[in-house]
């Protein structure tokens, strides 16, 4: 299993652009999440999908949006990059069906807006 | 979810054990508590949880006290590898949101 795939790992954007951050998951995990993390900081969660066709705002939800609808894939996308939302984005799985909910994280994405 | 308190950093001597601790007072009866770490720049690494009872798997044990207010984490034969920021959560085993906290960071020395 390859587990928890991010892309890309770095990108730089200009202020206004728009992208997008590939995860997949090939562990066949229901809930599939997306976290920010600042320098220094803990990370905080943006949205989260218990299933496919089903997502949920989470701490941080403003300037991002996002899709399920595959199993294995849960895009995150950037409308209107803005410098606040440069950081390290990373993408997360888990499973309620083998319990224990412990997540399972992607490499990360280093994001740069100027 | 209950909140915890960690200490911000910490030091371990390699091949000694590495005793992480963490405070949850005001945790409740359905509440579990989950240990990862973040080796630099790395995504978190799930590492071990438990509810009440004392739990060990390959990585690390988990000692909770008896009135589930406080934990520790041991690392038993701390490697220059085990360096990383170490995260105590708690949550409802039924609920799908992990909360980060400050952490501590451990620093394993030659």
């Known amino acids: 299993n390859a587990g928890v795939t991010q892309t890309p790992k770095f990108r730089i954007l200009k202020i206004g652009q728009s992208m997008t951050l590939q995860c997949t998951q090939d562990m066949n995990h229901n809930y599939m999440y997306w976290y920010r993390q600042d320098p220094g900081m803990g990370l905080k969660l943006i949205y989260y999908?218990?299933?496919?066709?089903?997502?949920d705002k989470g701490e941080v939800p403003n300037g991002y949006n996002v899709s399920r609808s595959t199993t294995e894939d849960f895009p995150l996308r950037l409308e209107l990059a803005a410098p606040s939302q440069t950081s390290v984005y990373f993408c997360?799985?888990?499973?309620?069906?083998?319990?224990?909910?412990?997540?399972?994280f992607g490499p990360g994405t280093r994001l740069t807006v100027t | 979810d209950a909140k915890t308190t960690q200490p911000p950093s910490m030091d371990c001597a390699e091949g000694r054990a590495a005793n992480l601790p963490c405070n949850h007072s005001?945790?409740?009866?359905?509440?579990?508590v989950y240990w990862y770490r973040q080796i630099h720049s790395q995504g978190p690494q799930y590492i071990i949880h438990g509810l009440k009872n004392n739990e060990t798997n390959e990585m690390a044990s988990l000692i909770i006290t008896e009135d589930r207010k406080s934990s520790t984490l041991i690392l038993p034969h701390a490697t220059l590898r085990d360096t990383a920021v170490y995260y105590c959560?708690?949550?409802?085993?039924?609920?799908?949101?992990?909360?980060f906290g400050g952490g501590t960071r451990l620093m394993v020395k030659p």
């Open positions: 997360a799985s888990s499973s309620t069906v083998t319990g224990g909910h412990e997540q399972y």
């Open positions: 005001t945790i409740s009866g359905n509440e579990y």
């Open positions: 999908s218990v299933g496919a066709g089903i997502t």
């Open positions: 959560i708690v949550r409802h085993n039924a609920g799908n949101m992990l909360t």
